[in-house]
């Protein structure tokens, strides 16, 4: 069971918008940045979002990250078959001293 | 460009200890504001944070797996490597080493090595 909470799977149409939301607590999300990380199996896990809601360079800006309390999202725009992957939330934890992660979303492009 | 590999035994007997090595290449694993670190990805499972060291030797551990972690820098090899001791069928995982970079705006994982799976079993 991981700290932070994702949907299992999420889908859209090319083109479409879709959301991934990534919940935890005050001791996690609630104190500390929020980072997105983008996962195609069998492959390096690459940086998506950072702090929040910044991208780094080379990352489109049809990504986009927010966080409001202990919560968090994920957005993409104009969803394209090359999204297709897992994403997964992370966040350094002060209770545990640690970073967690979440339990990722497999998204699928239809 | 950095960049990171993971390499090891893909299968540990129980009991026994899991030993990994990351070897860096494009960076100095002794020098820069960064921690070193191992995440594991059990199958069907999200990612799990083992611990990190900084650049000056010192370490920092996920405390699940204290007692049996130990991550170390060779910086003649610019290594970073990983020993878990006492494995089980739950230790079972594909292993990662990322650079956690140190900034401003938090700390983050960039790059990522491609992972190792690890099995333990007879």
């Known amino acids: 069971q991981s700290v932070l909470s994702q949907p299992p799977s999420a889908s859209g149409t090319p083109g479409q918008r879709v959301i991934i939301s990534c919940s935890g607590s005050?001791?996690?999300?609630?104190?500390?940045?929020l980072y997105w990380y983008q996962h195609l199996p069998g492959t390096a896990p690459k940086l998506l979002i950072y702090?929040?809601?910044q991208r780094p360079s080379g990352v489109p800006d049809r990504f986009s990250g927010f966080k409001s309390g202990t919560s968090a999202s994920l957005a993409i725009s104009g969803l394209r078959s090359e999204d297709e992957c897992d994403y997964y939330c992370a966040a350094w934890d002060k209770g545990l001293g640690g970073w967690v992660f979440g339990g990722g979303t497999k998204l699928t492009v239809l | 460009q950095v960049q990171l590999q993971e390499s090891g035994p893909g299968l540990v007997t129980p009991s026994q200890t899991l030993s990994l090595t990351c070897t860096v290449s494009?960076?100095?694993?002794?020098?820069?504001?960064?921690?070193w670190t191992w995440i594991r990805q059990p199958a069907r499972k999200g990612l799990e944070w083992i611990g990190r060291i900084y650049t000056s030797g010192t370490t920092y551990y996920s405390p699940s797996l204290r007692s049996r972690a130990t991550i170390s820098i060779d910086n003649s090899k610019n290594e970073v490597s990983l020993r878990l001791t006492s494995v089980t069928a739950a230790d079972t995982a594909v292993y990662y080493c990322a650079r956690e970079v140190w900034g401003q705006l938090g700390n983050w994982f960039d790059p990522w090595g491609q992972g190792t799976l690890v099995t333990v079993s007879s």
């Open positions: 005050s001791s996690n999300i609630g104190t500390s940045y």
């Open positions: 702090a929040n809601n």
């Open positions: 494009g960076d100095s694993v002794s020098t820069g504001t960064y921690y």
